[in-house]
């Protein structure tokens, strides 16, 4: 009896540490991992957060040249791409480019896995209502092109009666048909382009920036601009709201670039022109 009463005393006393070994789904508060993106530490803003940091964590696709893009090298590369690592240099952090497919980079913002966003995002009242923007580093217009033979159109209005090859889900579509043009649907710019030339259409409202790096790619290309809209879509780096000290130092490297001709290097190498306005 009594050897019996030990052995239940034995049993008894192990129960406790088994019961907690049958707990290993669950981390012990002291050793989870940390949320991505965590906040800056109490006290630092969001710029003093960066620099203790030593980085700026920006997200980009690294897809879509000429402004972010890969290289024959595999490098990074492209205007975007420059134009954020020169505005890192003047902050004195090291640039960290997260890439990211454009339908997650949004998303990822939200996750607090970039500090900013430089991927061409176009400045809209809807996106303003979650997210801030640095002052613009590009401005794209719409542009009217024609073959370089072509003397009949030299602007707009001359596109009554005339064949335009456009994208319908392109707002630039809307330029040809109120200006008289008959639509020709393309599936983007480079078949606009390819119809230009060929003949089968006389003209395309269209991207300036995609004109501009056209020409600097192939400027033996048959084709010319010949008018432009008045205003353009601006385009500018992207913030979490609540960031206000980091958008504006943002926004101080951006005018410095502009003033002491760094952007216009820039620009000229990607455009062959001055894309800031």
Same mark, same amino acid.
């Given at each position: 009896?009594?050897?019996?009463? =030990?052995?239940?005393?034995?049993?008894?006393?192990?129960?406790?540490?088994?019961?907690?070994? $049958?707990?290993?789904?669950?981390?012990?508060?002291? *050793?989870?991992?940390?949320?991505?993106?965590?906040?800056?530490?109490?006290?630092?803003?969001?710029?003093?957060?960066?620099?203790?940091?030593?980085?700026?964590?920006?997200?980009?696709?690294?897809?879509?040249?000429?402004?972010?893009?890969?290289?024959?090298?595999?490098? =990074?590369?492209?205007?975007?791409?420059?134009?954020?690592?020169?505005?890192?240099?003047?902050?004195? %952090?090291?640039?960290?480019?997260?890439?990211?497919?454009?339908?997650?980079?949004?998303?990822?913002?939200?996750?607090?896995?970039?500090?900013?966003?430089? &991927?061409? %995002?176009?400045?809209?009242?809807?996106?303003?209502?979650?997210?801030?923007?640095? #002052?613009?580093?590009?401005?794209?217009?719409? %542009?009217?092109?024609?073959?370089?033979? &072509?003397?009949?159109?030299?602007?707009?209005?001359?596109?009554?009666?005339?064949?335009?090859?456009?994208?319908? *889900?392109? $707002?630039?579509?809307?330029?040809?048909? #109120?200006?008289?043009?008959?639509?020709?649907?393309?599936?983007?710019? &480079?078949?606009?382009?390819?119809?230009?030339?060929?003949?089968?259409?006389?003209?395309?409202? $269209?991207?300036?920036?995609? !004109?501009?790096?056209?020409?600097?790619?192939?400027?033996?290309? @048959?084709?010319?601009?010949?008018?432009?809209?008045?205003?353009?879509?601006?385009?500018?780096?992207?913030?979490? @709201?609540?960031?206000?000290?980091?958008?504006?130092?943002?926004?101080?490297?951006?005018?410095?670039?502009?003033?002491?001709?760094? !952007?216009?290097?820039?620009?000229?190498?990607?455009?062959?022109?001055?894309?800031? @306005?």
């Amino acid at each position: 009896m009594k050897k019996l009463s =030990l052995t239940i005393l034995l049993l008894l006393t192990l129960l406790p540490a088994g019961a907690c070994g $049958n707990n290993n789904n669950t981390a012990p508060a002291a *050793t989870a991992a940390p949320t991505e993106g965590a906040a800056a530490p109490a006290g630092q803003n969001s710029l003093e957060a960066v620099k203790a940091s030593g980085k700026l964590r920006i997200g980009t696709e690294g897809t879509y040249a000429p402004f972010t893009f890969h290289d024959a090298e595999g490098k =990074l590369t492209g205007f975007d791409v420059e134009i954020a690592k020169e505005i890192t240099k003047r902050l004195g %952090v090291e640039p960290e480019f997260i890439e990211t497919q454009w339908d997650g980079l949004f998303a990822g913002m939200d996750a607090k896995r970039f500090d900013t966003i430089f &991927n061409e %995002v176009s400045i809209t009242d809807e996106r303003k209502v979650k997210y801030d923007f640095s #002052e613009p580093y590009i401005v794209s217009k719409g %542009v009217l092109i024609v073959r370089e033979d &072509n003397q009949n159109i030299t602007a707009f209005a001359d596109l009554k009666g005339k064949k335009a090859g456009q994208s319908l *889900t392109s $707002n630039l579509s809307d330029i040809a048909r #109120e200006n008289g043009a008959e639509i020709v649907a393309v599936d983007g710019f &480079n078949q606009a382009i390819d119809l230009l030339t060929s003949g089968r259409i006389d003209a395309t409202v $269209n991207d300036g920036l995609s !004109y501009l790096d056209l020409k600097k790619q192939k400027p033996d290309a @048959k084709i010319k601009q010949v008018d432009e809209t008045a205003e353009g879509s601006k385009s500018a780096a992207v913030f979490l @709201k609540g960031n206000e000290e980091l958008v504006n130092a943002v926004s101080d490297a951006l005018a410095e670039m502009k003033s002491d001709g760094t !952007y216009l290097k820039i620009s000229e190498k990607y455009f062959g022109a001055d894309v800031s @306005k």
